[in-house]
């Protein structure tokens, strides 16, 4: 158990886990800012190639050249494929670290006569920048290690290569443990961040929302329907504002109970969101769907009182025919002693006129009226 702590910087696999797209989008970023600043100094090594200066010697210069052109093509990929990269942010990481380790290592095979320099930098620099796993990194930071010591033991004198043997395990000490402290921050930073982003979208869906049916509270409603009208051109699309109220719904408090009052509430609002095809599996960010993405919404007023926002449809007809089944649906509902939900509903559509949405909800209004009024559980338009 603490190994799997330590493995996953302090943190339990399911916090880890919570906090992956976190990880996968710093690591993106930083593959970016290292993959930036390796093209500048590929760069850099080819000019000084060209000038033999520092003792950079110009039969390096193909090999950097090719360094150059890689960083520059993970560079294109990094840009133009951002968002597969940040998804497979892991892969893309070791592909940039095994190009970083190759470049650390050809640099001191070009340079017998030194002690590494460039290797020891980015060995750090690695540990710093990735976050992966304890483990994981670890066991990558090791094999990298053992693969430049051997290229120095093959291209440098014993001494040098003995020298580079004492560095290279200094800094990878210090590499690890900087890789350690570091990430476990990252990873109490995320952890922090994640709580608040869940705080805030619970903020959300308590303001949004009715605790009864999962519909918009009627604030909500007007808010999103209100931005949405005064943005509208009448070319832009038909769109519908409907009212429906349920019937005899003080009978059926009444007579069955509030109990089976709420349950033909709960029922209603179901059909509706089944009907528009209101989607709620990310309620956190259901009203910024709905405003940009022209789907139909649906809201509760108050008590037994419903609103629908409908979008998607090409004229009052297909709007009908929507309701009509709606009604349809309501009146065969069948739970215990309830036999049928019986609604009346008027509707209207949205002119170029309506530079709101309260014009539009009063015509609503008034058909709805006119349902009540010549006998209920039917469908007018206003």
């Not at 070319?235 to 109220?245: F, H, K, N, P, R």
């Amino acid at each position: 158990m603490y190994y799997k702590s330590i493995n996953y910087y302090g943190y339990d696999k399911n916090r880890y886990n919570d906090c992956l797209d976190l990880i996968c989008e710093t690591n993106y970023r930083h593959i970016l800012i290292i993959n930036t600043w390796l093209l500048g100094l590929t760069i850099v090594f080819m000019i000084l190639s060209r000038l033999n200066m520092m003792g950079v010697t110009g039969r390096n210069f193909t090999m950097y050249l090719v360094f150059m052109i890689i960083s520059l093509a993970l560079e294109g990929v990094l840009i133009i494929f951002r968002s597969m990269c940040i998804k497979y942010a892991q892969v893309v990481m070791h592909l940039s670290i095994l190009l970083l380790m190759s470049f650390g290592i050809y640099s001191s095979m070009m340079q017998p006569y030194l002690t590494a320099t460039m290797f020891l930098v980015l060995i750090v620099l690695i540990a710093v920048a990735f976050i992966g796993t304890m483990v994981n990194m670890s066991v990558l930071l090791i094999l990298y290690s053992s693969a430049f010591l051997y290229t120095s033991f093959k291209s440098k004198s014993s001494s040098l290569a003995e020298l580079d043997t004492n560095n290279v395990i200094i800094f990878l000490i210090l590499a690890l443990v900087l890789h350690y402290s570091f990430q476990r921050t990252r990873m109490e930073q995320f952890h922090t961040l994640k709580k608040n982003i869940q705080i805030q979208r619970d903020l959300e869906i308590r303001s949004s929302f009715d605790t009864l049916t999962n519909l918009l509270n009627r604030a909500r409603f007007f808010s999103i329907a209100g931005e949405i009208v005064s943005n509208l051109t009448p070319e832009d699309e038909y769109i519908a504002v409907c009212l429906l109220d349920l019937d005899s719904f003080k009978q059926i408090n009444d007579t069955l109970g509030h109990q089976m009052g709420d349950k033909a509430i709960q029922m209603t609002a179901s059909i509706i969101s089944d009907s528009l095809g209101i989607d709620l599996m990310e309620k956190w960010s259901f009203t910024s769907r709905v405003a940009s993405g022209r789907l139909s919404f649906a809201g509760r007023l108050g008590g037994d009182e419903y609103i629908m926002f409908i979008r998607g449809h090409k004229s009052p007809d297909d709007v009908h025919v929507l309701l009509e089944n709606i009604l349809k649906r309501l009146n065969s509902v069948n739970i215990g002693e309830l036999n049928g939900i019986h609604a009346s509903i008027g509707f209207t559509s949205l002119t170029g006129k309506d530079t709101d949405i309260d014009s539009a909800y009063t015509r609503a209004d008034n058909a709805l009226y006119a349902s009540k009024e010549s006998g209920k559980n039917k469908i007018s338009f206003g």
